[in-house]
């Protein structure tokens, strides 16, 4: 018991002191707080009453931003981690946030403020809800997708904020330069042709990279939230906080809900990419059906199905290793693994994560395998985005090397594995949109985290949709461009971040490329609806976290690497002058009219 008392005491001290130290004050305020009529009013006991208490607010210019409190105090930090999600009363208007009212007197919020200090050529984007304040609803977070940024919300946000919903999108590290003029010395990891190229330096190479900004992101996410609630006088648990993602960001607003259990109450994705995968073959699909249709008709033991088969298991192989930029012909074992449902596929999403895992942190010219060295430098270039980009249309960048690349699925598979070991009351109500455009091992994976998390008998547990475009017809960027599905795709988003429901339609065996398709999630689901076969291959995705675990292999060849770094730093640091040099070289000639057929290595 004394130890008891002796923390008790040691505990409540600081704030004895902090009341007898300002108890003058503080019955000033009681006064004061009699006589006020109006808003206004408070407001201004508030400025006078700083103004006499001004005794240890953060200084001129503190790096502090994020100090929720304006006396220095270790034992009341504790509150800033508060998520407003407890079921018990509000608390406090001072104490629900990192934010302090009389910290930003331009009337700045906390979004606003991180969006004008951002330095990126595309900066973060915000629209406010049109809605007065007694109807404001809430925030919907976008993450947008892999080369593009933050403007990438710009078209559907209008609806959005009919909704009285405001919309926030941060851009992703590296996502948001300007084109740079190579030619004129400007610094260009990528070369685009005609003496531009993209600046690359901030550009993750790394999962871990992504990770740590979805941390910061989260604290930005819950200041915004609790400033909205005191500006418009809504309590923060009648606010939604909707994560919104397109492509890559599908799995950034997976993990950022993951990070901040009760933050997000509601979880929307558009196109998931959860890792690499080929698109739909239509070709493929032909001879899939046809091989079925044949072994029905010929039955088990007779006819030339079985070759049929073999011939869609080899167009299946070239599929995956022209989309893993290796070129071959399938053989004996490579036909064995791609009969395998799943098999072929997954070992090949595995073994990338495990490259990008071990040398993904690692500068090119600190790799000493030339074969290694040679994949992760190799620059790729996505040319429609790239002429959107030149003329202005949209910003982003579209010009990358395979190092980028392999980051972006390492982080996805993390988050697609992690998300399917957690519990499904971890996430709010889901809607997934996805198109068959994308392929079947892409949808496949998204359809395996979606069965997750809709595989529970519990009554509270949060409402799972999937639904599908099919035929081919819906895009994968379907957001940033103006089509047939624009009116149809903004009104499935404002209905379900209304808090309307789900937006599926009945899956039929007629198939309608206007209409999101509902797929079944049940247990059993792809037993009982052979159709759904062609749509999605769900064992692609990994399952175990040790699945993701690199290899004694590359462990060992990442030692030899390190300990020739001792010896052969000098060449290092030559070789990436001289790779600068070329890549120089190669957009002046360019600039100036000359071709350069060689591809930067």
């Given at each position: 018991?004394?130890?008891?008392?002796?923390?008790?005491?040691?505990?409540?001290?600081?704030?004895?002191?902090?009341?007898?130290?300002?108890?003058?004050?503080?019955?000033?305020?009681?006064?004061?707080?009699?006589?006020?009529?109006?808003?206004?009013?408070?407001?201004?006991?508030?400025?006078?009453?700083?103004?006499?208490?001004?005794?240890?607010?953060?200084?001129?210019?503190?790096?502090?931003?994020?100090?929720?409190?304006?006396?220095?105090?270790?034992?009341?930090?504790?509150?800033?981690?508060?998520?407003?999600?407890?079921?018990?009363?509000?608390?406090?208007?001072?104490?629900?946030?990192t934010w302090w009212p009389w910290g930003h007197r331009d009337g700045r919020s906390p979004f606003e403020i991180y969006r004008d200090e951002s330095d990126d050529h595309c900066a973060p984007f915000i629209s406010r809800s049109t809605c007065p304040d007694s109807e404001y609803k809430g925030l919907v977070v976008y993450f947008h997708g892999y080369t593009a940024c933050a403007e990438q919300i710009h078209l559907a946000a209008p609806h959005i904020n009919n909704q009285c919903l405001d919309v926030i999108a941060p851009t992703f590290p590296g996502h948001g330069g300007r084109i740079m003029n190579c030619a004129e010395g400007e610094h260009c990891d990528v070369d685009i042709g005609g003496g531009r190229g993209f600046d690359l330096r901030e550009l993750p190479?790394?999962?871990?990279?992504?990770?740590?900004?979805i941390w910061s992101l989260n604290r930005i996410v819950r200041d915004e939230r609790d400033h909205r609630a005191s500006q418009t006088g809504k309590r923060i648990r009648h606010l939604t906080v909707a994560a919104m993602g397109l492509s890559f960001g599908g799995p950034m607003a997976q993990y950022a809900i993951m990070s901040w259990r009760g933050l997000y109450t509601k979880n929307l994705v558009i196109n998931p990419y959860f890792g690499v995968g080929?698109?739909?073959?239509?070709?493929?699909?032909?001879?899939?059906?046809?091989?079925?249709?044949?072994?029905?008709?010929?039955?088990?033991?007779?006819?030339?199905?079985?070759?049929?088969?073999?011939?869609c298991d080899h167009r299946k192989i070239m599929d995956w290793l022209n989309e893993a930029g290796v070129a071959g012909e399938s053989n004996v074992i490579l036909?064995?693994?791609?009969?395998?449902?799943?098999?072929?596929?997954?070992?090949?999403?595995?073994?990338?994560v495990h490259l990008s895992?071990?040398?993904?942190?690692?500068?090119?010219?600190?790799?000493?395998?030339?074969?290694?060295?040679?994949?992760?430098?190799?620059?790729?270039?996505?040319?429609?985005?790239?002429?959107?980009?030149?003329?202005?249309?949209?910003?982003?960048?579209?010009?990358?090397?395979?190092?980028?690349?392999?980051?972006?699925?390492?982080?996805a598979m993390h988050v697609l594995v992690q998300g399917r070991s957690r519990s499904s009351y971890a996430f709010p109500d889901t809607q997934i949109l996805t198109t068959q455009s994308d392929g079947r091992s892409r949808n496949g994976m998204t359809y395996a985290f979606a069965s997750h998390l809709e595989h529970t008998w519990m009554p509270w547990a949060p409402d799972v949709s999937m639904c599908m475009y099919r035929g081919g017809a819906m895009p994968h960027a379907n957001l940033d461009k103006a089509g047939w599905w624009n009116s149809a795709l903004f009104g499935q988003i404002t209905h379900f971040l209304s808090g309307a429901g789900p937006v599926s339609a009945?899956?039929?065996?007629?198939?309608?490329?206007?209409?999101?398709?509902?797929?079944?999630?049940?247990?059993?689901?792809?037993?009982?609806?052979?159709?759904?076969?062609?749509?999605?291959?769900?064992?692609?995705?990994?399952?175990?976290?040790?699945?993701?675990?690199?290899?004694?292999?590359?462990?060992?060849?990442?030692?030899?690497?390190?300990?020739?770094?001792?010896?052969?730093f000098p060449l290092h640091i030559m070789e990436r002058r001289s790779r600068n040099n070329n890549l120089m070289e190669v957009s002046h000639h360019e600039g100036h009219g000359e071709s350069a057929t060689h591809s930067l290595q």
């Open positions: 018991m004394d130890f008891i008392a002796i923390a008790m005491v040691t505990k409540t001290f600081p704030l004895f002191a902090f009341l007898a130290e300002h108890s003058q004050a503080a019955r000033v305020s009681v006064d004061v707080f009699e006589d006020a009529k109006t808003a206004e009013e408070l407001w201004d006991w508030e400025d006078e009453t700083m103004n006499k208490l001004d005794t240890s607010q953060p200084e001129e210019g503190s790096d502090e931003a994020t100090t929720w409190w304006p006396h220095r105090s270790s034992e009341a930090a504790h509150a800033g981690d508060w998520d407003g999600t407890s079921d018990d009363a509000d608390v406090s208007h001072d104490a629900r946030s190479t790394h999962a871990s990279t992504y990770r740590g900004f080929p698109e739909i073959d239509p070709e493929l699909l032909d001879c899939e059906r046809n091989a079925m249709a044949a072994r029905e008709e010929q039955g088990w033991f007779g006819g030339d199905w079985r070759e049929q088969e073999r011939e036909d064995f693994l791609a009969h395998r449902t799943g098999q072929l596929e997954r070992t090949i999403t595995t073994d990338l895992d071990v040398y993904g942190g690692l500068d090119s010219s600190r790799i000493d395998i030339p074969p290694l060295k040679a994949i992760l430098d190799r620059q790729m270039t996505w040319g429609e985005n790239c002429g959107r980009i030149t003329t202005g249309v949209t910003k982003g960048i579209c010009a990358f090397k395979v190092a980028h690349l392999l980051a972006t699925h390492s982080f009945e899956l039929t065996s007629n198939i309608n490329t206007a209409v999101c398709a509902a797929l079944p999630l049940n247990r059993g689901a792809l037993r009982h609806n052979p159709d759904l076969r062609y749509l999605v291959t769900p064992e692609v995705a990994p399952r175990w976290a040790v699945q993701l675990w690199p290899g004694p292999l590359l462990l060992f060849l990442r030692g030899i690497d390190d300990f020739a770094d001792l010896f052969l």
